[in-house]
């Protein structure tokens, strides 16, 4: 977290509105490479549209947000696919395993659409849900499994392809304090090892102090800590 | 802070993963390539995920497998029409005697055959006389071996029903020594047999003498009939009628969890996936579906075919192994289907645009347009209107343009489906809760309800135009045969020797249990008194002048006649020909001389038999015959002719049974039968119907019936499937205190309001195309009300029914545990 | 919580006499322990004593609680310092914090910032517990824990109190 490294993501007064209403009003914030983040504020703080605006998935109405230097508007659907598969991992409060699929073939996912054989990313895929602590539950589906083992897999699929920004969204919101806790541990213990970023939105205190430093959201605006001080 | 090349790249679009964000620009250097790999694992995605997820997906699948399957079926069927036309085509040629010359001699490799048939309950029996003169005699296809004389190979059917009937074993009481085999069969139903026997005398070069024909072998040349160009469109139009609506119910099946698809995608697409892969993905998902389809379809072929054996429809039924499809066919079906399977689902995709964080659909709030849908049904009749008033008598029809102009005009049907819907659904306001709940819900998403009912739009829009083309061409295929059958039943004919012959044949008919009345004379040609000084050439004129030899009572039958005693002779002027009325008055009147000796095949044989027309020969007026024909020329009674030879008389029966006693028919054949071969009996009908005819609209009914069945099934799932996604909704109105019969009925009218107009849509449509198909044969315009009522009863109930099915669902749905969050 | 401090950020709206001083405490913060006389007088004092205070005026009759106080340019620094200082967290801090926030409305100051600063103490503070729960037994963990909920529950209070302001604000400088 020193000043020297290179931002990893800069983004530069990013405005978005839905409607009439500003979901982001003038959001500023540098993420570096290694960091674990949190992204706080009040519901309706512009939280999850600001996560989406750094994925790339959501386009902002103005400003700039530059990752590894390049402006992600600028990006044709293929490249910010390509970064998604490469370079980004995504932890969600719920609905982002696939049904259809087993745990194992969901976190092979990844790989498997970068253009990874089935075999090795699923031997990949199944070292990470061990590290995760979920490796029993490879085989079943994610309709047969507890919240808590779905957001450990979702964890697994978000690291398995070696991303630099792993963006989680309330990646507890659904889960108890213990579970919660332990999804929080294994996240930053296994981003900490694989030197990812990671930007986590989220709304409770205790998840946010599993962060190196946090950013508050509040009416779109956003206050970084390190350019404020 | 700006990246070094952030403001040259950057490029305003619409939105972000828009369709045409990306595909304008070349790929991008760190893009992934696209390879033959990647467009294997994503379709090995799709199928996996048509394959997998559980007892849902499993039925979604198996459901666009049957729906699929069953339309590869029915193309499968009409892909083996031709073929199974041409292999009965084929077997009948192969087993008819070559007659194609005369053989005067018996040889090493001749035969004598004579075909000899007979009805029994209404199934024709076809027969064949034959007897072997040389060692080398052909046999016949499928026979392996001569029956000897007296005896018989017959096909399995007929053994039958032999063994069941004694009173047919009395007509045909050969003993069986075979039975006929496939090749020599057109179907498994059909009643044939080979009689050998000694009684055959070959004909004369003249066919004057004799009862059989010395033949060389077996095979002639093909002389298929054609049922000419109204009978062609009648086949298209129903083809069309029957196949579209499966293309549309295909285009629903493949569409089945589409949402739910939809979601899946978003999840794949928040992983990295881009829209290329997730295009690719689904048409994977299509794809498999397709390929079960194709091998349900196959399988119901299949299965199909086997039981098709076991029918048998106006005589004809068929061998599975004879129903091929065409190799051509098949393989463009195998292709075509899961092509048109994917580009129905990449044209689905094409509305909406799937996002990392869900399913956007573009176009809300878009009004639809109204020319483009009604150019379809324009340009349908702008191909049928040249065709007006042209189908009729022997014109070759072309039939692509039939065809592509009857697929435009329903299309269009279903193309102004959505915009009506729309149009309608939009303009409804307030009203109770219940319809309030049912029209919002429309109002929100017309498309997929108008999808829902376009299918049945189709079906009974096809059926309602082809009702009117069936009422309009009905005289053309049922034609009136003048025939009182009031009066008689069955008429018998067949040479014989003379007069008195006529008289024991009518004696053993009346003989028969349950006849009441019988009458027969001999017929005899006469020709003109100088016809053998005439020179003898092809180019000489006989004229033709008929002479009747019967007893008084039987010329009282033939003409109004006051006063009759043996040796009376009338004269009965043809009505209105006047070609023969102009030999009638040159020849017949009293005194007049005519030659018996009258040349049948063009040439005179042999010395004048001179017979003076008597003096006192009264002119009578005919009466008509039960057989719808009248008698003319001289009548005599055998007394009045003396001595004088008639040359090749023939017996002219009429036969009038007991109504009251079933048998009475099969008692005369039999009688008749006893006769020979020489002699036939014909039993009479009011109508004939042209038996293609009658297939062809069962056919109509049947499917009909079918794809409305199946386009019952495929409501039935969607409407499940958009009730598993508001479960929640459902749930909390419960909670309100929302009753659930209110529910019921919002659903209810969600479906109804889309039927309604749907089927309003369907009469418009098939009024239109009925009225066209009816320009084009010059047939009268008329609804057939009744028709159109029925079939849009049939469409209307199988929704209600799908309605009723899916309320158990729904009442289980709206328990309270629908709350709970998944 | 610094009552020293407190009666500053009272002064800094305008000299005021001592009497007036503990009635104005009292009323805004002091709702069930009222400041004693003493308390007043001997702070006063020692704020005299260290100039961040002077006496702006003795009325006519004498005595100590005819004193009127104003703040000094001294005064106002130390205010201010104080209001951007965030509190070493620990239980029971509301009191506290209140105070400063009302003083920062009173003063002009940026309330919001205030609260920004205590949440990232609060934070650094979490960080640290969960840094030690991590790497300690399970004893260490239950106790780092309930430390964590107390001071999520601060948290939360600060989130509240942020979202208020304005309403605050209002009602304050009423």
């Not at chain 2, 044989?605 to 009248?630: D, E, F, N």
Request: charge should be positive; aromatic fraction near 6%.
């Amino acid at each position: 977290m020193t000043a020297a490294t290179e931002p990893l993501l800069l983004a530069t007064a990013v405005r978005k509105a839905y409607g009439p209403t500003a979901a982001l009003d003038g959001a500023d914030l540098t993420i570096r490479a290694g960091e674990v983040v949190a992204v706080m504020g009040p519901s309706g703080s512009g939280k999850s549209t600001l996560l989406h605006c750094l994925a790339g998935i959501v386009r902002p109405d103005s400003g700039e947000i530059q990752y590894r230097g390049r402006e992600l508007s600028a990006m044709s659907d293929g490249e910010r696919s390509a970064l998604r598969r490469s370079d980004f991992g995504f932890v969600f409060q719920f609905g982002q395993l696939v049904p259809e699929l087993t745990c194992l073939e969901n976190v092979a996912m990844p790989l498997r659409l970068s253009g990874t054989k089935r075999r090795p990313a699923e031997r990949q895929a199944a070292e990470w849900l061990e590290r995760l602590e979920v490796a029993d539950i490879s085989g079943k589906r994610p309709g047969e499994i507890s919240g808590g083992q779905g957001q450990r897999v979702a964890v697994a699929r978000a690291l398995v392809g070696d991303p630099r920004v792993v963006f989680a969204d309330e990646p507890t919101g659904a889960l108890d304090s213990f579970n919660g806790e332990r999804v929080m541990r294994l996240l930053t213990d296994a981003a900490n090892d694989t030197g990812a970023a990671v930007v986590l939105v989220t709304h409770e205190a205790r998840v946010a102090a599993y962060s190196d430093r946090e950013i508050v959201v509040r009416d779109g605006k956003s206050r970084d800590t390190e350019r404020v001080s | 802070m700006s990246s070094p090349h952030g403001g040259a790249r950057y490029e305003p679009f619409a939105g972000f993963d828009s369709v045409g964000g990306g595909s304008g620009r070349p790929p991008a250097p760190d893009a992934r390539t696209v390879g033959l790999r990647a467009w294997i694992r994503d379709l090995a995605l799709g199928a996996r995920f048509a394959a997998g997820g559980g007892r849902e997906g499993w039925t979604r699948t198996a459901l666009t497998a049957v729906g699929v399957g069953l339309g590869v079926a029915l193309l499968l069927l009409t892909a083996a029409v031709p073929a199974m036309m041409h292999t009965r085509d084929q077997k009948r040629v192969a087993r008819e005697p070559s007659s194609a010359a005369y053989i005067a001699h018996p040889g090493a490799s001749t035969l004598l055959s004579e075909e000899t048939g007979t009805t029994y309950h209404g199934d024709g029996i076809t027969g064949l006389l034959v007897h072997p003169e040389g060692p080398k005699a052909q046999l016949p296809p499928g026979v392996t071996a001569w029956p000897g004389t007296g005896r018989m190979v017959v096909s399995p059917a007929l053994e039958r029903l032999l063994a069941s009937s004694p009173l047919l074993r009395e007509r045909i009481p050969y003993p069986i020594t075979g039975t006929i085999g496939h090749a020599g069969l057109m179907g498994p139903a059909e009643l044939y047999y080979y009689a050998g026997s000694d009684q055959l005398v070959a004909r004369d070069s003249t066919y004057h003498h004799g009862n059989a024909d010395r033949i060389a072998g077996f095979g002639a040349h093909s002389n298929s009939a054609v049922m000419g160009p109204t009978f062609d469109l009648l086949l298209i139009v129903v083809l069309v009628v029957l196949l579209l609506p499966v293309a549309v119910f295909i285009g629903t099946a493949v569409r089945l969890g589409g949402e739910r698809r939809d979601r899946r995608l978003a999840a794949l697409r928040l992983v990295g996936a881009d829209i290329r892969t997730t295009h690719r993905i689904a048409a994977g998902e299509a794809l498999l579906g397709a390929v079960f389809g194709l091998l349900v379809g196959a399988l119901l072929f299949l299965v199909g075919r086997q039981l098709a054996s076991h029918v048998t429809i106006r005589d004809i039924s068929a061998y599975p192994g004879d129903m091929a499809p065409n190799p051509a066919l098949t393989v463009l079906i195998v292709l075509a289907v899961p092509i048109a399977s994917i580009a129905v689902t990449l044209a689905g995709l094409r509305g909406t645009t799937i996002e990392p964080l869900g399913v956007v659909r573009q176009g809300v709030g878009r009004r639809r347009r109204l020319w483009w849908r009604l150019l379809l049904p324009a340009a349908g009749l702008a191909l049928l209107a040249p065709l007006f008033g042209k189908v009729k008598g022997d014109v070759s029809l072309n039939e692509y343009q039939v065809a592509a102009g009857a697929v435009l005009l329903l299309f269009g049907v279903t193309a102004v489906l959505p915009w009506v819907v729309e149009a309608a659904v939009g303009r409804l306001r307030g009203g109770p809760v219940v319809w309030q709940l049912a029209t919002r819900r429309l109002q929100l998403n017309s498309s997929s309800s108008a999808r829902m009912v376009s299918g049945v739009t189709v079906a009974v829009a096809g059926a309602i135009a082809l009702q009117m083309l069936f009422h309009g061409v009905d005289g053309d295929f049922v034609s009136s045969t003048g025939a009182d059958t009031s009066r008689a039943q069955a008429v018998v004919n067949g040479e014989v020797g003379d007069s008195a012959q006529v008289a024991s044949y009518v004696r053993s008919i009346a003989a028969a249990k349950g006849v009441s009345q019988v009458y027969g004379f001999a017929r005899a040609d006469a020709t003109r008194p100088d016809a053998s000084t005439l020179k003898r050439d092809e180019t000489t004129d006989y004229p033709y002048l008929p002479v009747d030899v019967a007893g008084c009572p039987t010329l009282r039958q033939l003409a109004r006649i006051t006063s009759c005693a043996p040796g009376s002779v009338f004269l009965v002027p043809p009505d209105d020909d006047p070609y023969v009325h102009g030999d009638y008055v040159k020849f017949v009147r009293p005194g007049g001389l005519v030659d018996l000796n009258s040349p049948d095949s063009g040439a005179y044989h042999g010395k004048a038999r001179l017979w003076r027309i008597p003096a006192g020969a009264v002119t009578a007026h005919p009466l008509p015959q039960p057989s719808g024909a009248q008698e003319w020329g001289v009548l005599a009674t055998p007394e009045a002719l003396g001595k004088a030879a008639l040359s090749t008389p023939q017996a002219q029966i009429t036969v009038s049974v007991d109504p009251k006693q079933p048998d009475a028919i099969e008692r005369v054949r039999n009688a008749v039968a006893a006769f020979g071969p020489a002699v036939r009996m014909y039993t009479l009908h009011d109508t004939k119907e042209k038996s293609n005819y009658i297939q062809l609209r069962r056919g109509l009914y049947a499917g009909a019936t079918l794809t409305m069945g199946l386009i019952g099934a495929s409501l039935l799932v969607t409407m499940l499937e958009q009730l598993r996604e508001r479960r929640k909704l459902l749930a909390v109105l419960v909670a309100f205190g929302t009753r659930r019969s209110a529910l019921a009925w919002s659903v209810l009218w969600q479906t109804a309001v889309p039927v309604v107009l749907g089927l309003v849509l369907a009469c418009a449509g098939g009024i239109g195309l009925g009225a066209a198909l009816l320009a084009m044969v010059g047939g009268p315009f008329h609804v057939d009300w009744a028709g159109m009522g029925a079939m849009s009863g049939i469409g209307a109930g199988v929704v209600l029914l799908v309605t009723l099915l899916s309320l158990p669902p729904l009442w289980r749905l709206m328990r309270a545990d629908g709350l709970r969050t998944e | 919580m610094s009552i020293g401090h407190t009666l500053l950020g009272l002064l800094e709206s305008g000299p005021r006499h001592g009497y007036d001083l503990k009635r104005t405490f009292d009323e805004r913060f002091g709702h069930d322990r009222p400041l004693a006389y003493g308390q007043v007088y001997s702070t006063m004092a020692r704020l005299l004593k260290s100039g961040l205070v002077e006496v702006d005026g003795i009325e006519p009759g004498g005595g100590p609680e005819r004193k009127r106080y104003a703040i000094t340019d001294a005064g106002i620094t130390d205010v201010a310092t104080w209001l951007a200082q965030p509190e070493k967290p620990e239980p029971y801090l509301q009191t506290t914090l209140y105070t400063k926030v009302v003083l920062a409305l009173l003063t002009g100051r940026s309330a919001a910032d205030l609260l920004d600063s205590q949440r990232a103490e609060h934070l650094r503070l979490m960080r640290e517990l969960t840094r030690r729960k991590r790497d300690g037994d399970l004893a260490d963990q239950l106790i780092c824990d309930h430390a964590l909920f107390h001071l999520e529950a601060d948290l939360r209070w600060l989130e509240l109190t942020a979202a208020r302001l304005d309403q605050l604000a209002a009602e304050v400088t009423r």
